[in-house]
């Protein structure tokens, strides 16, 4: 993390822009980089971080929540204020963050439902078989050309 030597520098006022800085950061690596981030603020510079993780939002001072979707869906502002207010705004991040977005059900497609499995008992000397779509592993129609299954 490269913003740890600027812990050390008696600089202030200074503006500092990470982006997404948690990106592969294991979540106890978060914690410290919130840490770092509430440091750099309380020295007497401002700090703008553009997250997702609602670990790192959590921490903010004021939220900007720029959408309502990505690309050219986005570029809006969707709500600004506390964080609190975020949790109960209408916006989809306001959902996500208080657990009322709904996951879209998942559509099995003929594809998908080809590939689930069956399982028989094992009880009283019954053999366990395993089948996708009446193909077993080894019939011509399992296989596919130039991919592995």
């Known amino acids: ?48 971080v553009v997250e997702h993780k609602p670990e790192v939002i959590a921490i903010a001072d004021h939220v900007v929540d720029i959408g309502p979707g990505a690309g050219e869906a986005g570029g809006e502002v969707c709500y600004s204020g506390d964080v609190a207010g975020l949790r109960g705004s209408s916006t989809l991040t306001g959902r996500h963050l208080g657990h009322r977005a709904r996951l879209r059900e998942r559509v099995r497609t003929p594809r998908a439902a080809s590939r689930s499995r069956t399982r028989t008992s094992t009880t009283s000397g019954t053999s366990v078989s395993t089948s996708r779509s009446g193909c077993s592993p080894l019939s011509p129609e399992w296989r596919v050309p130039g991919r592995v299954r």
């Not at 913003?3 to 948690?22: A, I, K, N, Q, W």
């Open 1 to 48: 993390m490269r913003m740890v030597r600027h812990l050390g520098s008696s600089l202030t006022d200074v503006t500092y822009v990470f982006d997404e800085p948690t990106t592969g950061l294991h979540p106890h690596d978060v914690q410290r980089m919130n840490g770092l981030l509430l440091r750099l603020r309380d020295k007497g510079n401002t700090v703008l």
